[in-house]
């Protein structure tokens, strides 16, 4: 499978846990994305990184959240001192270009 | 509490038929436009872009209409199936501006035997 991987596909955490996600974008797409997605709605833009740079991050994203791609190919998502508003789906997405942005499975995270 | 959000608008077809699907953006300044499809559990699935200096483009079975005056875009689909049943979502971009995609609410895609 040559698609966007993601890992964990399903996380339950206590409130006040770290979590981390992976993603793994389509090989040579050097432009890769975070959404969040809660039920019912469209995906919502966290961050954007071009290659190992991370060029745009929404007001979305909290001092809590952090995302890195060091190497400018995988990224991790961390969330520390999680909070049940956290609750949600959390999709990668890769680009080779400006356009089609292809979008992974999702890890949902369920914050109890 | 109830969720307003699950309440998606909803579009119900007789298997065969063609279904269109509707979507206002928001930013007159967008100029690329994407249709996602999504079934349960799964990620958004690519279906057809288009650009803002075309009108119209058509893929495998759709057809996406963009009409810049309104801020309008609309997604046909031919002689549906019963695999095409999943919740259908709208995005618009600005090229040249900061690199996100903003989602429309979605509609949900139902296809009667």
């Known amino acids: 499978d040559t698609g966007v991987s993601q890992d964990p596909r399903h996380k339950i955490t206590k409130r006040g846990q770290n979590v981390t996600f992976r993603c793994d974008p389509i090989s040579e797409h050097n432009r890769l994305y975070w959404y969040r997605q809660t039920l019912g709605q469209g995906p919502e833009f966290l961050t954007y990184f071009q290659n190992e740079a991370q060029l745009e991050k929404s007001r979305l994203l909290s001092d809590r959240f952090s995302a890195e791609r060091p190497k400018g190919s995988f990224s991790t998502l961390e969330i520390q001192r999680t909070e049940q508003g956290d609750s949600a789906m959390y999709l990668c997405a890769s680009s080779l270009t400006l356009y089609e942005q292809y979008f992974g499975p999702g890890t949902r995270l369920t914050v109890t | ?113």
């Open chain 2, 1 to 113: 509490g109830e969720s307003v959000g699950l309440h998606l608008p909803t579009l119900s077809v007789q298997e065969g038929d063609n279904s269109i699907i509707n979507c206002a953006y928001s930013n007159s300044a967008s100029d690329y436009f994407i249709w996602y499809k999504q079934e349960s559990g799964k990620g958004p699935q690519f279906i057809i872009d288009i650009r803002s200096n075309m009108d119209k483009r058509q893929g495998q079975r759709v057809t996406v209409l963009l009409n810049k005056t309104v801020k309008h875009l609309s997604l046909q689909i031919a002689a549906t199936q019963p695999g095409d049943s999943a919740v259908y979502f709208c995005a618009e971009n600005l090229i040249q501006g900061a690199q996100k995609l903003v989602f429309g609410q979605g509609t949900r895609l139902t296809i009667n035997p």
